[in-house]
């Protein structure tokens, strides 16, 4: 192991003096991926210095007890030798898992898109405690977010909602929760007490930047038009909400959230990068996903991949088969024992495939 983390400690040196560089440093692009390569492998070197610091600690030890001159010594030893190996194991087994492949967007912030599918009325209301449940987990990581564009629903909720999550490793915490969720509850709108089944589905879009997608604005259609609340009813007398129509694949993208129309244009605009964006990444993922089966792809956003029974207070999600007990506190943002569970399957399925040591 530690002749592989030699190696990584050579890398981490040359892009230390690299991102120094005035011409590395004009380099935008470049810099934002030297930055990002940077900061993953001095996690790497931290651990590679423990590593190192345990590796001497034992044989300085065992010199100590070979010895065997100064008993006071040999005792400390004894107990410095125990500790570090017991320490090395668990060192190993956090090293492997840092030395996986990383997705490289994985860092990237997100658009997150919640419509309403199957159900009507309880549909909308579904997507909008969907909407909750992802804000209120925001807020718990420290993430910051903003609505980009909604079309309300007539009884409450939502018939879409999309908007913006900025923060750290954004998009490879969520990429998971994309794809189709049911919900089986009495509905806010049902008289005769019985369970329906509703569904919505989530789309995490990873933030495209300028450099990832170029888009010819020759290409682009704009079109300005009045803000709209629920049922239709104009808001805004003013022509600030703006839709963005990609010609060429017929994409669209708007948003009606700001006041001016200059913003609403910029917000649509990073909407419709991304959704460019995960155009491509969509493909990238299906022709990986005919090189390997995962349990927890994050491209099959028709899937349905969990369900929230509110009658038995029972959360489950289908891809890696856990249930959790406590629907008020998911639906209220405590989702990450699903965020930690699919991540830790997702990279044994990466450490299988990488075959590391």
Same mark, same amino acid.
């Given at each position: 192991?530690?002749?592989?983390?030699?190696? %990584?400690?050579?890398?981490?040196?040359?892009?230390?003096?690299?991102?120094?560089?005035?011409? +590395? %440093?004009?380099?935008?692009?470049?810099?934002?991926?030297?930055?990002?390569?940077?900061?993953?492998?001095?996690?790497?070197?931290?651990?590679?210095?423990?590593?190192?610091?345990?590796?001497?600690? %034992?044989?300085?030890?065992?010199?100590?007890?070979?010895?065997?001159?100064?008993?006071?010594?040999?005792?400390?030893?004894?107990?410095?030798?125990?500790?570090?190996?017991?320490? %090395?194991?668990?060192?190993?087994?956090?090293?492997?898992?840092?030395?996986?492949?990383?997705?490289?967007?994985?860092?990237?912030?997100?658009?997150?898109?919640?419509?309403?599918?199957?159900?009507?009325?309880?549909?909308?209301?579904?997507?909008?405690?969907?909407?909750?449940?992802?804000?209120?987990?925001?807020?718990?990581?420290?993430?910051?977010?903003?609505?980009?564009?909604?079309?309300?629903?007539?009884?409450?909720?939502?018939?879409?909602?999309?908007?913006? +999550?900025?923060?750290?490793? +954004?998009?490879?915490?969520?990429?998971?929760?994309?794809?189709?969720?049911?919900?089986?509850?009495?509905?806010?709108?049902?008289?005769?007490?019985?369970?329906?089944?509703?569904?919505?589905?989530?789309?995490?879009?990873?933030?495209?930047?300028?450099?990832?997608?170029?888009?010819?604005?020759?290409?682009?259609?704009?079109?300005?038009?009045?803000?709209?609340?629920?049922?239709?009813?104009?808001?805004?007398?003013?022509?600030?909400?703006?839709?963005?129509?990609?010609?060429?694949?017929?994409?669209?993208?708007?948003?009606?959230?700001?006041?001016?129309?200059?913003?609403?244009?910029?917000?649509?605009?990073?909407?419709?990068?991304?959704?460019?964006?995960?155009?491509?990444?969509?493909?990238?993922?299906?022709?990986?996903?005919?090189?390997?089966?995962?349990?927890?792809?994050?491209?099959?956003?028709?899937?349905?991949?969990?369900?929230?029974?509110?009658?038995?207070?029972?959360?489950?999600?289908?891809?890696?088969?856990?249930?959790?007990?406590?629907?008020?506190?998911?639906?209220?943002?405590?989702?990450?024992?699903?965020?930690?569970?699919?991540?830790?399957?997702?990279?044994?399925?990466?450490?299988?495939?990488?075959?590391?040591?």
């Amino acid at each position: 192991m530690l002749d592989r983390l030699q190696i %990584i400690k050579q890398k981490f040196d040359e892009i230390s003096d690299l991102i120094i560089q005035p011409d +590395v %440093i004009a380099d935008q692009k470049r810099y934002v991926q030297l930055n990002k390569e940077y900061k993953d492998l001095k996690a790497l070197v931290e651990k590679r210095d423990e590593y190192v610091n345990l590796d001497g600690n %034992i044989k300085e030890a065992q010199e100590i007890i070979a010895d065997g001159s100064d008993a006071e010594m040999v005792e400390m030893a004894k107990m410095q030798l125990e500790e570090a190996k017991s320490r %090395i194991p668990e060192l190993e087994e956090e090293i492997k898992f840092m030395l996986i492949p990383k997705d490289p967007e994985d860092a990237k912030n997100v658009m997150v898109e919640i419509r309403a599918g199957t159900g009507g009325d309880e549909a909308s209301i579904f997507a909008g405690d969907l909407f909750r449940m992802y804000t209120k987990y925001c807020e718990n990581k420290g993430w910051r977010f903003s609505v980009v564009d909604m079309n309300e629903g007539t009884s409450g909720g939502f018939k879409e909602v999309i908007f913006e +999550v900025t923060g750290e490793d +954004v998009y490879g915490t969520l990429k998971f929760e994309a794809g189709v969720h049911r919900v089986q509850r009495v509905p806010q709108t049902e008289t005769q007490g019985r369970v329906h089944t509703s569904a919505a589905t989530v789309m995490v879009l990873p933030e495209a930047e300028e450099f990832d997608v170029q888009i010819d604005m020759n290409d682009v259609r704009v079109d300005f038009f009045c803000s709209s609340g629920p049922g239709g009813q104009s808001v805004n007398t003013t022509k600030s909400a703006v839709r963005l129509t990609h010609i060429p694949t017929g994409l669209v993208a708007q948003c009606q959230d700001q006041k001016s129309q200059h913003k609403n244009k910029d917000k649509a605009m990073i909407v419709l990068r991304s959704r460019l964006y995960e155009q491509e990444l969509a493909k990238k993922q299906a022709e990986d996903a005919v090189k390997r089966t995962s349990q927890v792809s994050s491209g099959d956003r028709s899937a349905k991949i969990r369900t929230y029974n509110y009658s038995q207070g029972r959360v489950t999600d289908h891809r890696i088969g856990l249930d959790v007990f406590d629907m008020d506190g998911v639906m209220n943002g405590k989702i990450q024992k699903f965020v930690d569970e699919l991540q830790l399957v997702n990279n044994m399925e990466k450490l299988k495939e990488s075959e590391v040591f």
